[in-house]
């Protein structure tokens, strides 16, 4: 029998590096799946989304300029400290989604394995979509795959862990930031791997996740100027085309993903093409 | 010079003046800025706010690195800060070294810009270290070349010292200079200053010895115009208005950055020396980063979506 209080984690917004609470001071509730509540994370709102683009444009060009082997290093140090917290992650997987530990334990080693994937691909894209263009002329015409710069994403609801990391490595990996709006039902193991990112050399403002309703960030994801790419995975079908008008207002670029493969990354990617005399 | 009567020009006069002033609360200040800070403006007040912090920017460059080029951009877009979109006013000054005085004002006035003031920064700024003769040159050149507004640094070694009376004799000097030509803006530093005493202490000696504005900072110190200070000032030019009837302006500078600070200054301005104060002729806001942001608010109220900086000039 023990006296000691329960001491409860606050789950708070990643933003810029900093864990802060949201600027409504809103918060929703969060039950597991037999109806118990487990948490009060923040109900985000869309000048948290300001900030947070905000924090992800300064943070691009640092970010972009970064080798691909060093971003691949990190991404790699994010697989390692999350396998450090198995146990954690595990715990928290099966008590919201109501899933057996078996299956939660499986959930976290794809993560793991995942975002070792997606580590790998950072100096291995360009070669892949990369070209050297055959041109009418003493030039050589190279076309390579370069950064997008900030794109905001809408993580799936489930799984909430394998999912959100699906949608946040390709974005990152290729030198863009990222804006994310984790699972509104199953947020904390995305607001965990905050403590992760924390933690794994990820500059400030690279990754920045907001917890809340998809309803009412996404339209503000898709209308905001200085947002360049968006990723709707996480978002029910009937309302990409609402979504897709705003952005195309912009040309933001918009797309949703059905599995991890390397298109994922490109999607994310603008292609530069660059002349060069040949002999001088 | 009469002083206003305060004092009579003799150190005696000045040490009592400025002795006779009540310390300030400094927690009590930290507090009412700190309150004040947490004032929410919306919609049509947003909306005045913006304009109106717009023409209050002395939109400011004061880099080594100045070339003619670029302050005639400044200029340019001093005069129309949005040329898509000709409902916004233009800044109050554009603030810039001595030595591009004349490219300032010549600029301005080619583009129709005649309603924007040049500020020079004088007086061997940001340092202030240099002999009067010197000081005055610097000044004399400033206004030769037509700067409508002197920005003059006070002596802050002088001033922590204790030699009140060598501040007060520089400034009543670059004021005589000033006649009717330019109006003197008074720099402390408040950086350097230390405490909230010594800053009510600059106001009033400044007030006295003619300053047309007292301004915070050269922006080249942190901490620059953090809200207790400007509310020091602003209670100063208060309090002076109800001793002499006389309005002084207030220019806080440096390290406001976005609308938001913006603002919040203008709430300190309201609540602190009164609504008589919310104009360009006695309220400015010396800055460069800021007008960016207040012109990306503004197309934010407009559109009704999030603004990009890749759609206004960054200089």
């Known amino acids: 029998m023990s006296n000691r209080i329960d001491v409860k984690k606050t789950y708070k917004l990643f933003i810029n590096g900093a864990f802060p609470r949201t600027e409504s001071g809103r918060t929703y509730e969060v039950k597991n799946a037999k109806g118990v509540f487990v948490a009060n994370p923040c109900l985000a709102s869309r000048k948290d989304l300001k900030d947070a683009v905000v924090a992800a444009r300064a943070a691009q060009p640092g970010w972009n300029k970064a080798t691909a082997y060093n971003k691949g290093q990190i991404l790699y140090r994010l697989a390692e400290m999350l396998e450090g917290r198995r146990a954690q992650f595990v715990d928290e997987i099966a008590s919201i989604t109501g899933v057996s530990k078996v299956k939660a334990d499986k959930e976290l080693s794809d993560s793991v394995d995942r975002l070792v994937w997606y580590a790998g691909w950072s100096d291995k894209i360009s070669s892949l979509s990369g070209a050297l263009n055959p041109v009418a002329g003493p030039y050589y015409n190279f076309t390579i795959p370069e950064s997008m710069g900030v794109i905001a994403a809408i993580a799936p609801e489930t799984p909430s862990l394998l999912g959100f990391i699906d949608v946040i490595a390709p974005i990152i990996v290729s030198g863009n930031t990222v804006v994310v709006l984790a699972s509104t039902k199953a947020p904390l193991s995305a607001m965990s791997f905050a403590e992760v990112i924390a933690t794994s050399d990820v500059p400030a403002g690279v990754i920045n996740i907001l917890t809340g309703k998809k309803d ?21 079908t009937k309302k990409h ?12 670029r918009i797309f949703s993903f059905k599995s991890h493969d390397p298109a994922r990354i490109l999607a994310f990617m603008e292609a530069k093409t660059v002349w060069h005399p040949i002999g001088l | 010079m009469s002083f206003y009567g305060l004092v009579d020009g003799t150190d005696a006069s000045l040490k009592r003046y400025l002795d ?7 927690v009590g200040a930290d507090a009412r800025a700190a309150m004040l800070a947490t004032r929410s403006i919306k919609t049509t007040s947003k909306r005045w706010a913006i304009d109106t912090a717009i023409s209050m920017v002395d939109l400011t460059t ?6 003619v080029g670029k302050v005639q951009a400044l200029c340019a877009k001093a005069v129309r800060p949005d040329p898509t979109d000709l409902t916004i006013p233009s800044v109050g000054a554009v603030c810039v070294y001595n030595d591009m005085v004349a490219t300032a004002r010549t600029h301005l006035d080619s583009i129709g810009g005649h309603h924007v003031g040049v500020a020079a920064v004088s007086t061997a700024f940001p340092s202030g270290r240099a002999s009067m003769a010197v000081k005055i040159q610097d000044t004399q050149d400033a206004l030769n070349a037509g700067a409508s507004e002197i920005d003059m640094v006070i002596d802050r070694g002088a001033f922590l010292s204790g030699q009140y009376i060598d501040v007060f004799n520089e400034i009543v000097e670059i004021k005589e200079l000033c006649g009717d030509r330019a109006h003197l803006k008074v720099i402390f530093e408040t950086g350097e200053l230390v405490t909230y005493d010594n800053v009510r202490k600059a106001s009033f000696l400044a007030m006295a010895a003619g300053a047309d504005f007292i301004k915070t900072s050269t922006g080249k110190v942190a901490p620059a115009a953090t809200a207790p200070v400007v509310l020091v000032m602003l209670e100063a030019v208060r309090d002076f208005y109800s001793m002499t009837k006389t309005r002084i302006g207030v220019k806080p500078a440096g390290g406001i950055r976005n609308t938001k600070d913006a603002i919040k200054q203008l709430v300190l301005v309201n609540e602190t020396a009164g609504p008589e104060w919310l104009t360009p002729s006695l309220f ?5 980063a800021l007008l960016n942001d207040l012109l990306m ?9 999030y603004a990009s900086p890749a759609y206004v000039t960054i200089d």
């Open chain 1, 216 to 236: 009412e960030i996404a339209p503000w994801m898709a209308s905001h100027m200085d947002i360049d790419g968006l990723d709707i995975t996480g978002l029910a």
């Open chain 1, 241 to 252: 085309a609402e979504l897709r008008i705003a952005g195309a207002e912009n040309l933001k």
């Open chain 2, 20 to 26: 006779a002033l009540p310390g300030v609360d400094q």
């Open chain 2, 62 to 67: 004061l880099e080594g690195a100045d070339t």
């Open chain 2, 284 to 288: 400015r806001i010396g800055a460069s």
């Open chain 2, 297 to 305: 608010q503004r197309m934010k109220m407009d559109d009704g979506y």
